[in-house]
């Protein structure tokens, strides 16, 4: 079992950065393809990023590339989603998730977080 908690959510004005952090514990992360995924009010949750299990491979929405990075540090068992320029549509709940594929398909991940809200102001 993996047990995954995200941290970093917040309030910021458009065009702000957050940074996301996601803690693993039970199991090393390192075996593990990482994903965050967002839902917005009143919408289905729908992919954000994805990272390789070896750090090799990485996936972006068209709507966060260029302004999203997915990043791991397996010594702190860590998975991080640094957001800049982020925009009113960003608001949502992010959830970070742990899988055996690199997909984009939220159906292939085992292992979900609770969430944290991120609010962008306009």
């Known amino acids: 079992q993996v047990q995954l908690v995200e941290s970093g959510g917040g309030l910021v004005q458009a065009g702000g950065s957050l940074r996301l952090s996601c803690a693993a514990s039970?199991?090393?992360?390192?075996?593990?393809?990482m994903g965050w995924f967002r839902q917005a009010p009143g919408k289905e949750r729908e992919f954000v990023a994805a990272?390789?299990?070896?750090?090799?491979?990485?996936a972006y929405a068209d709507s966060v590339k260029g302004r999203f990075t997915i990043s791991r540090d397996n010594a702190k068992n860590t998975v991080y989603l640094q957001m800049n320029s982020l925009k009113p549509e960003d608001t949502a709940v992010y959830y970070c998730?742990?899988?055996?594929?690199?997909?984009?398909?939220?159906?292939?991940?085992?292992?979900w977080g609770q969430g944290t809200q991120v609010t962008v102001s306009s």
């Open positions: 998730a742990a899988g055996g594929l690199f997909t984009l398909g939220e159906s292939a991940y085992n292992y």
């Open positions: 039970g199991r090393t992360l390192s075996n593990y393809n």
């Open positions: 990272l390789s299990w070896s750090g090799s491979s990485t």
